[in-house]
C-alpha cells in the first residue's frame, strides 16, 4: 500500500500531470486536442510522455475522450483535500539548487575554455564544441533530474543509477586508463615493440576498446559498494 502511494506521489508531483487530472475532473472528459489546448502545451511528445506517465489513473470513454478512473478520481480527490501542494507555478524543490549549481559551474567552465584558448592549447572549433556541449549537458543534466526525482520509483531509480556509474566508468574511468597505459608503453618502450608487430591502428583500437570495458566493471564495482548512490537535488 505504501509503494503504491509512493508511486502515486512521484506522478502527481509533476505540476502538468496534476493540472490533467484536475482538469479531467472538472470537465468530466477532454479530448487529446481539448487537452493541448487547455495546458498550452506545444510538443505533442511531451504531452504523450505525461500521458503515459499517468497510466491507468486515465482511460477513454466510447467517444475517445480521456476521463479519469477510479484511480484517478482518486488521485483527484487527494489534490483537491490538499491544495497546499497543488500552486500553479510552484517549482520542485531540486529546482532552485540544480540552477545555482549551473550558475556556479558553468562561468568556470567557460573560464577555463577561454583561457585555454587564448594560451593556444585549443583553437577555436574546438572551443565552439565544448561551448555547445556545456549547454547540451545542461539539459540533459536537468532531464535526468527531473525523472530521477518526479517521476521514477525507488527500483528504477536504482536502476537509472547503475547504468549511470556503468557509463561514467566507461568514459571517465576507460579514458583514464588509455591514457596512462599509453604513457607506461611509450615510456618502456614496449609500444614501439608491438606496433611493429600488429601495427599502431589496431593496437591502438583494442587497448582503447580494452580499456572502456574494464572502466565499466571498475564504475560498476564502485557502485555496488555505495549502493549505486549519486548525489541529488532534495
Not at 500553479?88 to 532552485?96: I, Q
Not at 566508468?169 to 586508463?177: E, K, N
Request: with cysteine; aromatic share 12%.
Amino acid at each position: 500500500m505504501s509503494k503504491g502511494l509512493s508511486f502515486l506521489y512521484k506522478i502527481l508531483k509533476d505540476e502538468t500531470r496534476r493540472h490533467i487530472i484536475l482538469l479531467l475532473d472538472e470537465k468530466s472528459g477532454l479530448t487529446y486536442t481539448e487537452l493541448m489546448d487547455s495546458l498550452e502545451v506545444v510538443s505533442t511528445g511531451l504531452l504523450n510522455y505525461h500521458l503515459k506517465v499517468l497510466g491507468d489513473l486515465l482511460s477513454k470513454n466510447e467517444e475517445e475522450k480521456y476521463i479519469l478512473s477510479e484511480k484517478g478520481k482518486l488521485a483527484s480527490r487527494l489534490l483537491l483535500q490538499f491544495p497546499e501542494d497543488n500552486q500553479v507555478g510552484k517549482k520542485p524543490r531540486w529546482w532552485r539548487k540544480f540552477w545555482i549549481a549551473q550558475a556556479i559551474v558553468i562561468p568556470v567552465y567557460f573560464a577555463i575554455n577561454f583561457v585555454l584558448y587564448f594560451m593556444g592549447y585549443i583553437n577555436a572549433a574546438t572551443l565552439y564544441r565544448l561551448s555547445l556541449g556545456a549547454f547540451a549537458a545542461i539539459g540533459i543534466g536537468y532531464m535526468v533530474t527531473h525523472i530521477k526525482k518526479d517521476v521514477l520509483s525507488a527500483e528504477g531509480l536504482t536502476k537509472l543509477n547503475r547504468g549511470l556509474y556503468l557509463l561514467v566508468g566507461t568514459l571517465t574511468g576507460g579514458f583514464i586508463l588509455w591514457g596512462g597505459l599509453t604513457v607506461a608503453m611509450n615510456v618502456t618502450g614496449i609500444r614501439l615493440w608491438l606496433d611493429g608487430i600488429i601495427g599502431d591502428g589496431p593496437l591502438a583500437i583494442t587497448t582503447l576498446i580494452i580499456c572502456y570495458i574494464v572502466g565499466g566493471f571498475i564504475g560498476d564495482w564502485i557502485g555496488k559498494k555505495t549502493n549505486y548512490y549519486v548525489p541529488h537535488y532534495p
